[in-house]
């Protein structure tokens, strides 16, 4: 077993670098500083705008299949409350995106996107595909019934091991461990910074570090929202025409697996959703978007037509990987106005490549 590496009571190391101390202080640069910055985006965004630079960079963008990328879907309350909010979109947030899609893309499944044959789509429209990564309830819940209202289908990639279980992803065990030891004053490490580091610790480490963690944090006790999708949700988002693909078995980091790992990771979670949604299974998505050129094997000879990373970018036609199909991660902070709403002007700057 690979040796433990000295460790506080919160799990981490006692001279971490991500140990970050925060003062009410710190607390207020941190928001003005947050503030310019958007206000600086803003206004970029505007004069982009107005010199007609972002409509000239989308029609430079037109053949291109254009793949966002999201996670979960939260009201605002619970999007602050979770480990780490960048990963969640309010559903204002994502309603406002989905306009902007339905007026300018003919939005498609990521299958249907990269299929060989598409002449069913509407070629006077740019192509593009919206992927909700690792399947929590909360999309069923929350992103499932703004589509529908807008008229748009989705890539959903589901944790397969994780799906009719009651069982939380590693990663929102240790954020909500964490959490919990901040409450108790037990700890004052950043969550989302302490998950990084542990994504830096061999699978075993990573283990020894979750078991620790919670140890001292007691049972995380999970809302419904919390957990990934039931069969029975991932059967609803199939029969509304969405697309459900793989985003492996247990939400390792791939490159660490060995090859019996491998293939349970790309093949057996595959074959298992498969089952499960009654459909084949062709597309994939890369944990925390690492990959290898073992993996890539891995994942062909798994049966995948494509698989998506989390490199940012546009998928030029004639020039896609299609097992390195980039996409646009959306941070809702990123694409706000000042005030905080959903920028149009922003996120049509961030989906044609004119800001990454
Ligand atoms: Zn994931």
């Avoid at 640069?29 to 982009?48: D, F, I, Y």
């Avoid at 992927?131 to 819940?141: E, H, M, V």
């Avoid at 998950?195 to 570090?209: C, G, I, N």
């Avoid at 979750?210 to 049972?219: E, K, Y």
């Amino acid at each position: 077993m690979a040796k433990s590496p000295q460790r506080g009571q919160d799990g981490c190391r006692g001279k971490s670098p991500y140990r970050k101390r925060t003062t009410p202080a710190g607390d207020k640069e941190q928001v003005e500083a947050h503030t310019l910055k958007s206000v600086a985006r803003s206004m970029v965004g505007k004069v982009a705008w107005a010199t007609g630079s972002i409509q000239k960079c989308e029609r430079a963008a037109r053949d291109a299949v254009t793949v966002l990328c999201y996670h979960r879907v939260l009201p605002d309350d619970q999007r602050r409350a979770y480990h780490d909010p960048d990963l969640v979109v309010t559903p204002e947030t994502l309603r406002a995106h989905c306009r902007v899609l339905a007026e300018r893309y003919c939005v498609v499944t990521l299958g249907s996107a990269l299929a060989p044959d598409t002449t069913a789509f509407d070629r006077g429209k740019p192509v593009a595909v919206i992927t909700f990564d690792d399947g929590y309830r909360d999309n069923i819940l929350h992103a499932a019934p703004i589509l529908r209202e807008v008229g748009l289908v989705a890539t959903f990639f589901v944790i397969a091991g994780l799906v009719d279980t009651e069982r939380q992803p590693w990663y929102d065990l240790a954020g909500g461990a964490l959490q919990a030891l901040q409450r108790s004053g037990r700890s004052r490490t950043s969550p989302k910074e302490a998950v990084a580091h542990a994504k830096t610790l061999s699978p075993a480490e990573r283990q020894e570090w979750l078991a620790d963690l919670l140890r001292a944090s007691g049972p995380i006790q999970p809302r419904n929202e919390d957990l990934i999708m039931t069969s029975a949700q991932l059967r609803d988002l199939v029969a509304a025409g969405h697309e459900v693909g793989s985003h492996s078995m247990t939400h390792p980091l791939l490159p660490q697996c060995t090859d019996e790992e491998l293939e349970v990771e790309l093949s057996a979670s595959r074959e298992l959703l498969g089952k499960l949604v009654g459909k084949s299974i062709d597309t994939f998505c890369y944990p925390n978007g690492d990959w290898d050129e073992r993996v890539v094997a891995a994942a062909r000879k798994s049966g995948y037509i494509c698989a998506t990373s989390l490199r940012p970018g546009l998928n030029r036609r004639g020039e896609i990987a299609p097992f390195d199909v980039k996409r646009w991660f959306i941070d809702q902070g990123r694409l706000a106005s000042p005030s905080g709403k959903p920028s149009d002007e922003l996120l049509r700057m961030k989906i044609c490549g004119l800001v990454t």
